[in-house]
């Protein structure tokens, strides 16, 4: 019933910047605070960023904070991950997610929803 959809990465240079989508299939997305989260090669899923439901909220992880810009479209049941002067250490798989609670608790890693990820590799 709910589906979460990313798109957008590809294969970019240093200093590059990208813009992820987020669809969602999700009868409470006003409500519902959106996040994104990146998994690189033998390392554990990290926190990127997370956007409340009004989106007057947001809150970035130290590593992108300054280069990365969450944001969401509530007609459109979108929500969006603009990354500029991405580095190396960004590359990896980008996933979205969704917690019908609190966009707070996303900051720790809690969510409804899932999505099932899009690949960004940024080359040095």
């Known amino acids: 019933q709910v589906q979460l959809v990313e798109s957008g990465g590809g294969l970019v240079q240093a200093g590059d910047s990208l813009r992820l989508s987020c669809a969602a299939s999700?009868?409470?997305?006003?409500?519902?605070?959106m996040g994104w989260f990146r998994q690189a090669p033998g390392k554990e899923r990290e926190f990127v960023a997370a956007?409340?439901?009004?989106?007057?909220?947001?809150t970035y992880a130290d590593s992108v904070k300054g280069r990365f810009t969450i944001s969401r479209d509530n007609a459109k049941n979108t929500v969006y991950l603009q990354m500029n002067s991405l580095i190396a250490e960004d590359t990896a798989v980008y996933y979205c997610?969704?917690?019908?609670?609190?966009?707070?608790?996303?900051?720790?890693?809690?969510?409804?929803?899932w999505g099932q990820g899009t690949q960004v590799t940024v080359s040095s």
């Open positions: 999700l009868r409470t997305f006003s409500s519902s605070g």
């Open positions: 997610a969704a917690d019908r609670t609190s966009s707070s608790r996303l900051r720790v890693g809690i969510a409804d929803y």
């Open positions: 956007i409340s439901g009004s989106g007057r909220i947001t």
